[in-house]
Every structure is written in C-alpha cells, then in structure tokens.
C-alpha cells in the first residue's frame, strides 16, 4: 500500500515519550542499546493514531537477520504495511506479534532476554497515553463520518437493496460498510467509493466473518452467494486513484 498522504510524527522527537523508553534502557549492552536506538529512532506515529516502524530497523528490533525480515514482512497482511515517502513500514501491531512468536520459538536464552526487552519498549509505545488519545479521538469521529456517508451513498447510487444480498434496504437499519476497514485504512474513510451500504444483518455476517479488505469481501460473497458488481467498481476507483 503506498501512502504519501499520511503524515507521520517521529517519537524521538517526542519529549513525553522518551523518558519511558530511557527508563527501560537499563541493561547496556551493545545489542540493548541498539534495539533501543531502532525502537526510539524509527518509530513514527501518524495522525489516527497508528504506530509505524521502518522495514530496515527491524533486524534490531527482531533480533535477527535482514534476510529473514524480508522473509517475516512478506507474510505481514497488506492493512499492516505500507510505504511512505519511499520507506517501507511495518505496524507496531505487527511487529510486536512477531516478537512474541520468537520468544515462544526453540532458541537460546540470551536471544529469548533481548527479544524480551525490545517487546517491553514496543509495549511502552504501544500504550503511551498520547498516542491513544489520538486513536480515541479518531474512533469519536467515526459514528458521524459512517452516517453521513450511508446519507450520501443511498442517494448518489439510488439505492433500495442490500448491495450484497440483494435484498430490500431496510434504510432506518442499514449501515456504510467500510470496504478496507476503518481501522487498517483510516485514510479511506471518509471515501464513498470504499464502501457499500447494506442491512445490520448482513454487516454482522462481516464482521463475524472478519472481512477487512476487498479480496475477504469477495472471498466471502462467493461463499454466500451474494452480488459481486461491487467489486468492479470498488477495482475500477483504485486504479483511477492509483491505490495498490
């Protein structure tokens, strides 16, 4: 996913947050010191609240090689990853699932210590106040964008069915679907060409079913039986917007 309209807030320069992360750089060990140089130097925060860490950082942060991070972030999702300014990211997310699924691997005990203390200042991150202000703040907003948007897409697409079964909108109940979801793709949600507007029943079916792109949508219209027409239109405005 490239993305040069996000814009991003390096955490070293955030005087509130690196203090915390001082105060967890206790041992001083060469590997200690650069697993925390590449977490306080490389991690950026966006304007939704999302944390992001630089591809090439994380053979400190993973403890590892560069070659077997290639090999980890190729089977990342694609909703937590994404290019900015020529930098590839990896979510903060992400990258702290990775860790717990090398602590938990067969390897010796000192590497097992220093994936430790990378996951603890990940965590500190993870759970700084301000940051999660920023998250709560965008997800305040969302209940506003989400009706607008099902006002504005009824009307513009003349809409009296499902958009997927077909079946008859129930107007009062129904609801803006998010096609990339809101939360792995906050750029797009304000966008009525990444959504549908369907009944409640069907929106839980998705969520159940945990739908966050167009290709699990599609995935899932295939096992329901349900309409697809979507699918072209939703390809045909990533490819005018020139969105991966």
Request: net charge positive; hydrophobic share 35%; with cysteine.
């Amino acid at each position: 996913m490239q993305n040069d309209k996000m814009e991003l807030t390096s955490i070293f320069n955030d005087c509130h947050l690196l203090p915390k992360l001082i105060n967890n750089n206790k041992t001083i060990t060469k590997t200690a010191k650069a697993t925390w140089n590449a977490w306080a130097q490389e991690s950026a925060v966006d304007r939704w609240g999302r944390v992001w860490l630089k591809v090439e950082s994380l053979h400190s942060i993973w403890r590892t090689d560069k070659p077997t991070v290639q090999s980890f972030v190729d089977r990342i999702p694609r909703s937590e990853k994404t290019t900015h300014e020529g930098e590839r990211l990896i979510r903060l997310t992400a990258v702290l699932n990775q860790i717990t699924l090398l602590i938990d691997a067969p390897i010796i005990n000192s590497r097992r210590n220093n994936l430790k203390y990378s996951r603890k200042l990940g965590i500190v991150i993870q759970e700084d106040a301000t940051i999660n202000d920023k998250r709560q703040n965008y997800l305040g907003r969302l209940d506003d964008t989400r009706k607008l948007l099902k006002k504005r897409t009824i009307a513009e697409r003349m809409l009296c069915v499902d958009e997927l079964t077909m079946k008859a909108l129930d107007s009062k109940n129904s609801e803006f679907h998010h096609i990339r979801s809101q939360a792995a793709y906050p750029e797009y949600k304000d966008s009525i060409w990444n959504g549908i507007v369907i009944n409640k029943e069907t929106h839980k079916i998705i969520t159940e079913n945990g739908c966050s792109d167009e290709v699990d949508l599609e995935y899932l219209c295939s096992e329901r039986n349900w309409n697809t027409i979507w699918l072209d239109r939703y390809q045909n405005n990533l490819k005018k917007l020139g969105i991966d």
